[in-house]
Nanobody, 118 residues
């Protein structure tokens, strides 16, 4: 599975931004796709995920109500719509994937930088 993320950038607090991830190399019906992020000096943390089959979504508490994860079957793309961005949302956002029976995310994209200024 190859993951190619895009869409990061520099925005102001309160703005919106969408990051996307094109997935190739595998049929995704048995996969869970998602996003992690890593802020400067901090460990990577889970942000959101979606089951490719069935659309069940999962969110970290700190993004609930602000971020929305979705998928586009036709384009094999996972999107993360981020609204009401805060400076603490700054970081590198990584697209990730795992088979639904696996405990950890074994597939990682290269990351895209999101910077939120105050």
């Amino acid at each position: 599975v190859q993951l190619q993320a895009s869409g990061g950038g520099l925005v102001q607090a309160g703005d919106s931004l969408r990051v996307s991830c094109v997935v190739s190399g595998r049929t995704l019906s048995n996969y869970i796709m998602g996003w992690f992020r890593q802020a400067p000096g901090k460990e990577r943390e889970f942000v959101a995920a979606i089951r490719w089959k069935g659309d069940t979504t999962y969110y970290a508490d700190f993004v609930k109500g602000r971020f929305t994860i979705s998928r586009d079957n036709a384009k094999n793309t996972v999107n993360l719509q981020m609204n009401s961005l805060k400076p603490e949302d700054t970081g590198v956002y990584y697209c990730v994937g795992r088979r639904s029976g696996d405990e950890t995310y074994g597939y990682w994209g290269q990351g895209t930088q999101v910077t939120v200024s105050s």
